[in-house]
């Protein structure tokens, strides 16, 4: 849903099929190709703290706005949410945004190859049963330069989502404070069943 606030100030909100989506990225960059289809601006506002941009040619760029993380200990209830050949893994850091239903990031350490972080058995009711974050799994492969993620809101309605761009503004922050690298690859992975 696209409403038009002023010129360049526009309000747009996004939905699964179940419920309205705080932050979609996909979402935002098609709203914003539809307002440059109908609009002289190359320049607007979205939910008064997005801008998108569209360049002389015809790319579409959204800034969003930097979601701090703030780091916490792993909570206790994540000691059964990952399993993987019915061994437990648990992260070795965790982080949230100042929003209570916001995100809640989980990192694992690096040993875990690709095909093993791909397979972890998230255990989705434990997510439903105690946040109202989203949920972002990452890892980050320092030999690679690969950061992986997994993206999981079932409370919202989605099991596990691969295109988590929205999410980049809080886990850019994250890794800016807590991972010390200049340049990264980001491998968004889905667990190996949904693919």
Known sequence: MVKSLNDDLYD???FNN????QCCGHGMITAAKV?????????VTINNNIIASLNDDGMIFLSLPRLSA?????P??????????????LPSHAAITDKYDGYLLLELED???????RGLQVDLKLICDN???????????RVKQHLYTRYFAPQYGVDEDSA????????????????????LKLVSVLHKEAI
Not at 18 to 21: G, P, T
Not at 111 to 117: A, M, N, Q, W
């Open 12 to 14: 747009v909100r996004c």
């Open 18 to 21: 179940k419920n309205a989506i």
């Open 35 to 43: 307002i440059f289809s109908i609009s002289d601006s190359s320049r």
């Open 70 to 74: 703030q780091m916490l200990s792993p």
């Open 76 to 89: 206790d209830w994540l000691e059964d949410m990952l399993l993987f050949n019915d061994k437990m893994c």
């Open 111 to 117: 040993k875990l190859p690709v095909d093993v972080f």
């Open 131 to 141: 946040t109202n974050r989203a949920v972002v799994l990452i890892q980050f492969d």
């Open 164 to 183: 988590t761009g929205s999410v980049m503004s809080f886990v850019g922050d994250y890794i800016e404070k807590n991972i010390n690298v200049q340049h």
